[in-house]
């Protein structure tokens, strides 16, 4: 187990957005075994939580625009202007400008040069999932990236990462660390799977098999895996609307 101390560069909330959230809701509930919240009044969107060992883990909401259903990493800040800004200059572009989320804390939502998609959050009285590197809770975080050294370049100017290669090394050559004051924060790579450019969220479980074969009872289906790795057994897979989504054991 690990706490998670929030911070300015790591990331520290998940969130998804989807069409059908009550739907979403059971299906992660099956699959991850997730408690799911109820849901927020029309101030907040209808926005809802899941909790694991009653901590708060993720969250859902509709989706509001023309977007695909798809989970956002939130990456902290203490203060969400600055880092907008610094976005702002170095090519990145502000998808939703900030928001106060009534005394929880603020949020925004930019988008790198190469277009990954990621959240910032500027905590208050809420600081983000407190528990990861345990069942139910995020594990790991990748950006796949159509041009991994701009969007490399424009996270170390932002939050000040520096690189590194992880040991054991990955079957992917060009896979990288990002590192914040010498520990892993999350990894990059350029796009294999598809010429898209997004964050990928992996989830730990205790069985990724049984966790994957609760998910096709569910609806979901299976992209990728599950496979032995130097890293865990990993299995990538799509929710009721397609969005993707890994778990690693």
């Keep these: 187990m690990s706490d998670v101390t929030f911070r300015t ?19 992660y509930a099956a699959t991850m075994g997730w408690r799911a919240g109820e849901r927020s009044g029309p101030e907040f969107g209808g926005y809802a939580m899941w909790f694991a060992d009653d901590v708060p ?17 939130y990456v902290g800040t ?13 090519g990145g572009q502000v ?20 277009m990954a998609v ?5 905590a208050a009285d809420f600081g983000g999932f407190a528990r990861r590197d345990e069942p139910g809770f995020p594990a790991w975080f990748d950006v796949q990236s159509t041009d991994v050294d701009a969007t490399r370049a424009f996270l170390r100017g932002l939050f000040g990462y520096t690189e590194s290669s992880p040991d054991p090394a990955p079957p992917m050559a060009d896979y990288r660390q990002l590192d914040l004051d010498g520990a892993p924060v999350m990894g990059s790579m ?15 479980v205790g069985d990724v098999d049984a966790a994957v074969e609760r998910a096709i009872s569910a609806g979901g289906t299976v992209l990728h895996g599950p496979e032995d790795t130097p890293f865990g057994r990993l299995a990538t897979l799509a929710d009721l609307e397609g969005a993707v989504f890994s778990l690693v054991g």
């Excluded at 990621?118 to 500027?122: A, H, M, P, R, S």
Aim: charged fraction near 10%; glycine fraction near 8%.
């Design 118 to 122: 990621f959240g910032l959050w500027e």
């Design 95 to 114: 998808l939703a400008p900030t928001m106060t989320i009534g005394p929880l804390g603020k949020m925004a939502v930019l988008a790198d040069p190469a």
């Design 190 to 204: 350029g796009a294999f799977a598809a010429p898209v450019t997004f964050w990928m969220t992996y989830f730990a």
């Design 57 to 73: 883990v993720a969250g859902v909401g509709p989706i509001n625009g023309d977007y695909p259903p798809s989970w956002t990493v």
């Design 9 to 27: 560069g790591v990331p520290c909330w998940v969130d998804l957005m989807v069409n059908d959230v009550d739907a979403a809701l059971e299906f």
């Design 78 to 90: 203490t203060d969400i202007e600055a880092t907008l800004a610094s976005a702002a200059a170095s």
